[in-house]
């Protein structure tokens, strides 16, 4: 007799999870029924319903025969998805099929083939379905086909793949960026970082800057974040942010900077006292003999009033 078990919990895994624990079995070998979902409620005050369940176990038998169906389908995907080596595969053909299963109607042909490797091209309507966001899809095309072509020709082979003009245009676009970042980099004398790139796309700003007076191009961080970074030859140093490191002050140690720091409060009290050292003495103010002899204050007063004045 199969057994049997109802809970309720907050969630239906809280429950599940509950009901697993009676039963001292795992998920695979039992039938989940959902009877009640849970509810928040107003507020999560009113109206607050818990989730209720029932686990039913299943039978040896149909655990076993799940687990034959299992693995005889994986085998079979196995069988389908494993090449032999000594079998040739037409790479159009497996380029077609993929790009039928995307969408309809479009049409592979091979552009060029030599030694270093092949150039396929995709024509139809609606290829931006290939091509995918900033050519992420037709990228992962592409690195899929070299992967297939390379192990049929035994070594590392080149693949290129354009749909619909793609690449041609996304070439411009990418030298036409670099290049105006590159005068920018020049004019202001900071490097500027520019977006994460494929390999492809950061080969075509080297080559398109190797000719540029006055910048340097490499790449750094680690992939899918790689980038191109221009840095002008004549780099600012003080208004840099990357290179603050010249500056006397800017220094890792304490010590060195607080006695850079008290050398320069001494310079600046020096050359105080040698400007006041410099400046000519004046004489002294002489009072005028009539407010010597006179009352000290009169000076605050009214001519007019005599009530001070002898």
Do not use: W
Request: with cysteine.
């Amino acid at each position: 007799m199969k057994k049997s078990v109802i809970k309720s919990a907050k969630t239906v895994e809280e429950a599940v999870r509950l009901a697993l624990l009676e039963l001292n079995t795992t998920e695979d070998k039992v039938e989940v029924n959902i009877i009640e979902q849970p509810s928040s409620g107003f507020l999560g005050i009113i109206g607050v319903k818990p989730a209720i369940i029932k686990v039913v176990e299943k039978d040896a038998s149909e655990i076993n025969y799940k687990k034959e169906k299992y693995t005889e389908a994986k085998s079979k995907a196995n069988q389908q998805m494993t090449v032999n080596d000594n079998e040739e595969v037409d790479i159009i053909e497996f380029v077609q099929k993929i790009c039928d299963n995307i969408i309809s109607g479009c049409q592979v042909s091979k552009k060029a083939e030599n030694e270093e490797g092949l150039e396929i091209t995709i024509s139809g309507d609606n290829i931006g379905l290939i091509v995918g966001k900033h050519g992420e899809t037709l990228n992962s095309l592409q690195y899929l086909t070299a992967m297939v072509y390379s192990k049929q020709k035994g070594s590392y082979k080149r693949v290129s793949i354009d749909a619909g003009g793609y690449r041609e245009r996304r070439e411009k676009k990418i030298i036409q960026f670099g290049t105006r970042m590159a005068e920018k980099a020049c004019r202001t004398g900071r490097r500027i970082s520019l977006e994460p790139m494929n390999s492809y796309e950061r080969r075509i700003v080297h080559m398109a800057l190797q000719d540029v007076d006055g910048i340097n191009t490499f790449s750094e961080g680690d992939e899918p974040n790689r980038r191109v970074v221009i840095t002008p030859i004549n780099e600012r140093n003080g208004n840099n942010r990357y290179n603050r490191s010249s500056k006397p002050y800017r220094t890792n140690n304490s010590r060195a900077r607080d006695h850079a720091k008290e050398e320069r409060n001494y310079k600046a009290m020096e050359k105080k006292h040698n400007q006041i050292a410099n400046e000519p003495k004046k004489p002294p103010k002489k009072t005028p003999a009539k407010q010597r002899e006179g009352n000290p204050y009169e000076h605050y007063y009214s001519k007019y009033d005599n009530r001070y004045k002898k």
